[in-house]
Every structure is written in structure tokens, then in C-alpha cells.
């Protein structure tokens, strides 16, 4: 597998990819407003790009904004979590996720739970 830097607008197709990953987050209208101030990354698999990622850095920390795509037979996060903490250039990696399975997965690869975030929305006004 190849992983390569890239950006949306030369990349556009990597972006639904993401957008499972952040359905979540009623913050978040468009995986398009994420791009500022982060980094998007393709996973190439036998020419043909089969998941992406973004990147942002806080202080000491690099933080794994959004990340999706699928190869049948194979754990992409058991391929990008370990090429991101090799290559990030921080001191941590964070990741936030609303997948409740997903820490399991990350348990494997070393990582514990630093916090749980709780959100309820308020203001019915939008």
C-alpha cells in the first residue's frame, strides 16, 4: 500500500470516504470545512485509492481529524494508525471516534481511553 499526501482539490473523490466519519458530529455540515488546517492523506491499493485520512496538529499532538475507506480483507486501521504514529512527527497521536467498537480495535494497537465527552444539544434554533 502507498500513502501519499494530497489535498481536496486535487483529490475530491477522497472525500466521501470521509464523510462517514464525521456523520456523527452535528458541528459538522460539510467534510469539506475539516480541510482547513489539516492534512489529507490517500491509501492506494493496487493503483486505486481505497481510504483517506486527515491529519492536524495541536502543540505536542497529532490528531486524526477523520479517517475512512474499505479494502475487503484487510484492517485499514491496522495499516494507517501505525504509518501515522511512525511519520507524524508528534509526541502523541489522538483520535476522537463516535464508533463504539473502535476502541477495542485501538486497545490492540496500545491506546486507552483519556477522556469520555458528552454532548447534548440545547439550542433548537438553527
Known amino acids: 500500500m502507498i500513502i501519499r499526501l494530497t489535498n481536496g482539490d486535487e483529490s475530491p473523490h477522497l472525500l466521501p470516504m ?25 491509501v492506494e491499493h493496487d493503483g486505486a485509492d481505497v481510504a483517506a485520512f486527515l491529519l492536524r496538529w495541536e502543540s505536542s499532538e ?31 497521536v489522538r483520535i476522537h471516534s463516535a464508533r463504539p467498537g473502535i476502541a477495542r480495535k485501538l486497545a490492540r494497537h496500545g491506546y486507552g481511553v483519556a477522556e469520555v465527552v458528552y454532548r447534548k444539544e440545547v439550542w433548537h434554533g438553527r
Not at 18 to 23: G, I, S, T
Not at 28 to 39: A, F, I, T
Not at 78 to 87: L, M
Request: hydrophobic share 45%.
Open 18 to 42: 470521509l464523510e462517514k466519519a464525521v456523520r456523527h458530529d452535528p458541528t459538522v455540515d460539510d467534510v469539506r470545512q475539516l480541510l482547513p488546517g489539516c492534512k489529507l492523506f490517500a
Open 62 to 92: 497529532c490528531v486524526i481529524v477523520a479517517a475512512g475507506g474499505s479494502l475487503p480483507g484487510v484492517s485499514l486501521l491496522d495499516v494507517i494508525v501505525p504509518h501515522i504514529e511512525r511519520n507524524c512527527r508528534a509526541d502523541f
